[in-house]
């Protein structure tokens, strides 16, 4: 019997809660090559553009998008077939082939560039709930506060009011500095704040008032008032009692992998106060052992291969396994991290079924599950797990 094969026809029918991703941009002009391929590369090099065609990932795509589509697997032949859907039946059809259920959205409030949560729900016929980034509600408030003091009472009011129609909150401390996140006392946060609006200040003079008017702009890099947000961002989500996802591994070009590792948020594991909040590790490439030794040890600690299955596509089923090798099944979650264009978060659905078909099905055939193993731990990884740690649907 070709486990896998039965595993594949089963999964089929699974639907998954996407409990990551983000709206795709709005496409005003005809998709030509380089927009199909720029989700997959997390390069901010155009030059890696015409690498991308050699990657197993977009051949996969190619082949399995233009069997979809009824069109050659070639790049142009599918981008041909895509130009005949309108906007809305193209992103219908590929959301009902991928079995998508609810999406969370990692929202970034730039409705100008991304549909909203209300426009991508209408666009799927599916519930789309927004996650809410911390570091760009800090960004937002920030030129508004005068004080610390100031500030953390219009970040936790702000955090509180929009957490309470959201799935969770997200951070991107990776992003700005790492996540050896520590605790942050009285005066570290006050001098933190003031360090920060002194630069924020002198952007404004250096951008003329005019500009910075029409479009502010200020990237959050100040690492102990990334702390200090974060620690105010638990006390939120503790009262909420909501999930808090953390950015780990690979990403942009910006990320500086060793300090990405997620046992470097140990004092917020620890933390009593937040032991009750999930956390859950996004993408965690190539920390997929650590995640999982993790996950094995604390019992809020939830590990998710997001953007990892796309991307390293052909190490797929794998890193599945690596991640069941230690953590329990109770604490793998699947998301596909969708961005730039539908085609992405299609695809990544259909790399997780696929993934856990090969991953179980080895484990199936080797003797430590059994078929019915197999299928209660698919289903717990593509929608049931992330049914418990997030809140309702409304």
């Known amino acids: 019997m ?20 983000h709206a795709p941009r709005r496409l005003r002009q005809r ?57 809305a039946a193209y992103h219908r059809l590929l959301a009902d082939d991928a079995r998508l259920g609810p999406c969370y959205d990692d929202y970034l409030f730039d409705t100008e560039r991304c549909y909203s949560p209300s426009e991508w729900a209408a666009l799927l016929g599916r519930p789309v709930v927004p996650v809410i980034r911390i570091e760009t509600v800090a960004e937002q408030l920030l030129p508004e506060a005068e004080s610390w003091a100031d500030f953390r009472q219009r970040f936790s009011q702000e955090l509180a009011a ?48 005019a500009e910075w008017s029409a479009r502010p702009v200020f990237r ?8 200090a947000l974060l620690w105010e961002a638990l006390e939120v989500a503790a009262e909420l009692s ?68 796309p991307l390293a596509a052909g ?24 961005h730039e264009l539908p085609e992405f978060q299609w695809l990544a659905a259909r790399l997780w079924r696929e993934a856990l078909a090969q991953a179980l099905g080895g484990l199936v055939d080797d003797g430590l599950l059994t078929l019915a193993d197999a299928l209660e731990v698919a289903g717990m990884v593509l929608a049931a797990n992330a049914q418990r740690i997030y809140p309702p649907l409304p």
């Not at 997959?40 to 979809?68: I, N």
């Not at 190490?315 to 969708?338: I, N, Q």
Request: some cysteine.
């Open 2 to 21: 070709d486990t896998a094969a039965v595993l594949r026809e089963h999964l089929a029918e699974f639907v998954l809660l996407d409990h990551h991703c």
């Open 31 to 87: 998709l030509q090559p380089e927009h199909l391929r720029r989700p997959f590369t997390e390069s901010g090099d155009p030059a890696m553009l015409e690498h991308v065609p050699h990657t197993v990932v977009y051949r996969l795509l190619l082949r399995w998008l233009s069997a979809l589509l009824g069109a050659d697997p070639t790049e142009q032949a599918v981008l041909e077939a895509r130009a005949q859907y309108d906007e």
């Open 162 to 209: 929009r957490g309470i129609e959201a799935a969770g909150f997200k951070s991107i401390a990776a992003y700005r500095g790492g996540l050896a996140i520590e605790p942050v006392d009285l005066v570290t946060a006050e001098q933190a704040f003031r360090d920060v609006r002194a630069e924020l200040d002198a952007l404004r003079v250096s951008s003329g008032e």
């Open 220 to 227: 959050l890099t100040h690492r102990p008032f990334i702390d």
């Open 242 to 309: 909501r999930p808090v996802q953390f950015h780990v591994g690979l990403g942009d070009d910006d990320v500086v992998l060793p300090q990405s590792d997620p046992t470097l948020l140990r004092p917020i594991f620890r933390e009593a106060r937040y032991r009750h909040v999930p956390i859950v590790l996004l993408h965690c490439y190539p920390f997929v052992r650590q995640a999982a030794y993790l996950a094995s040890i604390y019992p809020n600690v939830y590990v998710d291969l997001g953007l990892t299955l």
């Open 315 to 338: 190490e797929g089923a794998h890193l599945v396994r690596t991640a069941l090798g230690l953590a329990p099944a109770s604490k793998l979650l699947a998301s596909t991290d969708g």
